[in-house]
């Protein structure tokens, strides 16, 4: 069965300082990966999506993420986290069409 | 462009009571999803629409769920009655037929006591 993994619970970062949140998959096809943000009190709202071509894809607010299909992996970076990125990260896989499964998150601290 | 609405926010029940929860989606988009989120977890598919046909309710626990789209638009869950284990916020979302480009509502809240 497909399911994703997020290994890391909570991560405490500096503002300024670089950030990358770990996501394993289990996917037996090419798999469609997502990674939507969850900021308090807000809905989820998509970050960037991978479908097919380019391994490196760019999001919104200065994120990006790499699916590695050797590690069966696709990372959430950003160089330099800024205060509002406080939020909570969610990576999600497509089973098939429009049927997303998601890991259990991981939450994101800022310390100035 | 208005967002997915949701209401209410937050609803406090005592267990056994009935509850609902009702999602106005994106104009426009043809699928609805109700999700459910534990605390400390992603969301959950409970159930998918698509225009006014629900394509996937699997995951939908039928003895005390249900749920509805009337007219392909807006969408109603219910339970009932409600159990202490419901105590979940429960997040609704719509989408243009796009796989994965989801947009949500900022969820319901709910406290069983």
């Known amino acids: 069965a497909q399911s994703v993994t997020q290994p890391d619970i909570h991560i405490t970062v500096s503002e300024g300082a670089s950030l990358e949140l770990r996501c394993n998959y289990s996917?037996?096809?090419?798999?469609?990966l997502f990674w939507y943000v969850q900021s308090p009190g807000q809905g989820l709202q998509l970050l960037l999506k991978y479908f097919s071509g380019d391994t490196l894809v760019q999001g919104i607010k200065g994120f990006e993420a790499e699916f590695k299909r050797s590690q069966s992996s696709f990372n959430l970076r950003k160089p330099s986290v800024h205060w509002s990125d406080a939020a909570e990260y969610f990576c999600a896989v497509g089973e098939g069409t429009d049927k997303l499964i998601f890991g259990t998150g991981t939450r994101l601290q800022v310390f100035p | 462009e208005a967002g997915v609405v949701q209401s209410p926010r937050y609803k406090i029940i005592e267990k056994k009571q009935p509850v609902a929860f009702w999602c106005n989606p994106i104009?426009?988009?043809?699928?609805l999803y109700w999700y459910l989120q534990n605390l400390g977890q992603g969301p959950e598919l409970l159930i998918r629409y698509e225009n006014e046909e629900a394509v996937d309710d699997s995951q939908l626990p039928k003895d005390r769920f249900s749920a509805e789209r009337l007219k392909g638009v807006d969408s109603t869950l219910k339970i009932q009655p409600a159990e202490l284990g419901d105590s979940a916020v429960y997040l609704c979302?719509?989408?243009?037929?796009?796989?994965?480009?989801?947009?949500f509502g900022e969820g319901s809240r709910l406290t069983v006591l």
């Open positions: 104009s426009g988009h043809n699928t």
């Open positions: 996917y037996g096809a090419t798999p469609y």
């Open positions: 979302a719509s989408s243009l037929n796009k796989v994965g480009e989801l947009f």
